[in-house]
């Protein structure tokens, strides 16, 4: 299940939304497997329904896979161009949320397995009481820390450009601009030609 656009800011685009790694189904499959595989053994022997007790935890398992596949499609990690969301929940709703500039520090936890499946946990730490959050069981979270440090320059130089004010047009643009105006027909052609000759003054 994708991340509401509904719940985004004005101007706000999402970067990465992720579910948690694939090794989250493992307990689960392995689990069932196993039930499956020890089904089939009991129904081979000469012992008359010793094949249901396995079956039947076999049909308990595939409810908790059920619903530990609603936990992973309703548990998003996003990335967007202002900030980090945490969202987790099937019926009620846990959301965490941090500001790109409140950012100071990222880390990355990866056991050596964790490496091999291409799994952990991105630790960020942010300005606040919260200090240190983890993010756990992301995919490829080399690539997600990349991803937060790139959106976080970005948000930098967007703040930079914010609080320096509109970027001044030269001259030529300038000339441009009032020869739009000419054209129509807001400014007089004498008009543009005073205009004109006292920008080019200033060169």
Known sequence: MPFPRKFLNDGED?????????W?????????VLLLVAAGFAASTNVSYLYLVP??????????????????VTNNFVLTTDRL???????????????????????INQSFFERLIGAGDVMVESAGERGQEPFSDLP??????????????RSQTRSAQRASGPAQLSI??????????RQRGVIS???????KAQLLERM
Do not use: C
């Not at 490829?140 to 320059?153: D, G, H, L, R, T």
């Not at 052609?189 to 205009?195: G, H, I, L, R």
């Open 14 to 22: 999402v970067v990465l939304d992720l579910h948690p790694h694939w």
């Open 24 to 32: 989250y189904f493992v307990k689960p499959v392995a689990t069932l």
């Open 55 to 72: 079956l039947g935890l076999a049909l308990v398992n595939l409810i908790w896979l059920g619903w530990r596949y609603l936990t992973w």
């Open 85 to 107: 969301i945490d969202r987790k929940g099937v019926l009620a709703k846990r959301v965490r949320e941090i500001p790109l500039e409140r950012i100071n520090d990222l880390s």
């Open 140 to 153: 490829k979270p080399q690539q997600v820390q990349n991803a937060i440090y790139s959106e976080m320059e």
């Open 172 to 181: 030529p643009e300038q000339i441009d601009k009032l020869d739009e105006l």
């Open 189 to 195: 052609q004498a008009e543009f030609d005073a205009k």
